[in-house]
């Protein structure tokens, strides 16, 4: 694809498209193997990534976890977190955005409605089951967590239940859910803007994340922490606007973002400094490679270098035919399981990371026990993809 061609210039979105987000419609000649998915009713590209994401969050959330010295967060600014939100953007764009013209603008309030409530009884449930675990781990060990639901459990159990259902107490590991029933209720009014101008949507989105940076306070209340919501909503919606955009641009050109060789050299770069940056040398026994000493971006208020770097991610995945023709490997189908039913599986990496960090805590972090938590928890979640997947198929069949 040529990058002065009209399809670039819409991929992009460098000129508002004239049509509503929802009237873009696929080449007639696209094919399901063609670089361009623009026809597919799924990206396989976004499944497979955010399935990635979800394996990549469980790794992450265990402390001391040896393989999370290799996983994103420390070989650039930005980590799968970043990924999650934007997808969920992008796949909000994708599922709902047709649904207005389509169903209608009740109908499809109804539908949004119900996903954010499914979304908060998962997350309901995840607070009841971690507090439960939790407290009978401290009475079996005489042990105290040391963050997590620490401060909800201070409050009393049902207290810090209560304040917790309410999202006004927010735990570590448990707060990216709250974030997305926030983003998702707000979808509509998203949608709205953008069926007027993309850019004029994106605009004002990167001022309220700048006013986020630029005043902390500038969050929502949370009663486990003094500084609000660690996600803090305000920040985290530019990049749930950006998926957003980035559904509206792939499905209305080609399938593919316009490759300029300039920048995708900038990308490449920003990327490599980034490494420099966030790899822990000391860890992996290197000299210090660092260019400058500087503290980590903030990660709750997605600072700039956190934000440039997933934005250099994504132009570099979503601009690539081979990145495409990957995710639609047979090879990866497990992968894209995962990303297919991602509340499901992310509520079973939530818990499974729980139990990690208790076993961390209570025999140390030893080398069998790492491993054995590890796979054990990995393999738990693919499992439970494939399984939702066939029990679909099976529904599915007449």
């Not at 963050?147 to 999202?167: I, T």
Request: glycine residues 8%; positive net charge; charged residues 15%.
């Amino acid at each position: 694809m040529r990058a002065g061609s009209t399809g670039a210039r819409h991929a992009t979105g460098c000129e508002p498209a004239r049509r509503e987000p929802d009237a873009l419609r696929p080449r007639p000649t696209a094919r399901v193997t063609d670089p361009a998915p623009a026809s597919r009713k799924r990206d396989p590209r976004v499944d497979v990534l955010r399935g990635l994401a979800l394996l990549i969050i469980f790794v992450d959330h265990i402390p001391n976890n040896a393989p999370a010295l290799i996983t994103p967060h420390n070989l650039g600014f930005s980590d799968a977190a970043e990924l999650f939100v934007l997808f969920a953007g992008y796949s909000a764009m994708a599922a709902y955005g047709g649904l207005f013209r389509r169903a209608g603008t009740i109908e499809t309030l109804k539908r949004v409605a119900r996903r954010c409530l499914r979304i908060y009884l998962f997350q309901a449930a995840l607070l009841l089951a971690t507090l439960l675990i939790v407290r009978a781990w401290m009475d079996a060990t005489g042990l105290v967590p040391r963050f997590g639901v620490a401060p909800l459990l201070q409050m009393g159990l049902w207290s810090g239940l209560w304040r917790g259902l309410l999202l006004n107490a927010l735990p570590n590991y448990l707060d990216i859910l709250p974030l997305y029933i926030v983003l998702l209720a707000a979808f509509p009014l998203y949608y709205a803007g953008m069926r007027r101008s993309v850019w004029g949507v994106l605009g004002v989105s990167a001022l309220i994340w700048l006013l986020a940076n630029l005043d902390p306070a500038f969050n929502l209340p949370n009663a486990a922490a003094d500084d609000g919501w660690y996600f803090n909503p305000f920040a985290w919606q530019f990049l749930f606007a950006i998926g957003m955009a980035l559904s509206v641009a792939i499905r209305g050109g080609d399938g593919l973002l316009p490759r300029r060789a300039w920048l995708r050299a900038a990308c490449w770069l920003m990327l490599a400094v980034s490494l420099l940056q966030a790899a822990p040398w000391s860890a992996w026994n290197l000299p210090d490679l660092s260019l400058v000493a500087m503290a980590p971006p903030d990660k709750g208020h997605v600072a700039p270098l956190r934000l440039l770097h997933i934005l250099a991610v994504i132009y570099l995945l979503f601009g690539s035919p081979r990145v495409y023709a990957l995710t639609t490997s047979p090879r990866l189908r497990w992968l894209e399981l995962c990303g297919r039913h991602s509340l499901e599986v992310f509520a079973l990496g939530c818990l499974a990371a729980l139990i990690g960090r208790i076993s961390y805590r209570t025999f140390g972090p030893t080398w069998p026990l790492q491993v054995g938590v590890n796979v054990a928890g990995l393999a738990a979640m693919i499992a439970l993809a494939w399984f939702l997947d066939r029990r679909a198929r099976l529904s599915a069949a007449p």
